[in-house]
């Protein structure tokens, strides 16, 4: 069964840096997408950063220059690279996959739908 795996969340002052990993358990996808999302209390859930099993790699406007989000397909491992951490950067963190189907119609893979989630970590910022 496939499941996520996610670990190295924490507490950090304004400025410090944490790196999260997510294990991918039991894939038998070959082509995948893989995201981090985080959510804070009375938050709305916001997408954080997606890579693909090509390469393909975005982080959100409110995280670029800081977060670097990488994959280790050989190992189905997924890594946010979180630097100059701010308070507003806290919350759960949540690792996420979805297939990558091809579409005839534009003859391009793209993300389907997130249906694997992980059980989340806590990133806690304090200024």
């Known amino acids: 069964q496939v499941r996520l795996e996610e670990s190295g969340g924490g507490s950090v002052q304004a400025g410090g840096s944490l790196t999260l990993s997510c294990a991918g358990i039991?894939?038998?996808?070959?082509?995948?997408?893989m995201a981090w999302f985080r959510q804070a209390p009375g938050k709305e859930r916001e997408e954080v950063g997606k890579?693909?099993?090509?390469?393909?790699?975005s982080v959100a406007e409110f995280v670029q220059g800081r977060f670097i989000i990488s994959l280790d397909k050989s190992a189905n491992t997924l890594s946010l690279e979180m630097h100059k951490l701010q308070p507003e950067d806290t919350a759960m963190y949540y690792c996420a996959t979805a297939l990558r189907p091809f579409h005839l119609a534009t003859q391009t893979r793209a993300c389907g739908a997130y249906g694997f989630w992980g059980q989340g970590t806590q990133v806690t910022v304090s200024s």
């Open positions: 039991a894939y038998t996808f070959s082509d995948y997408c």
């Open positions: 890579v693909d099993t090509d390469g393909g790699s």
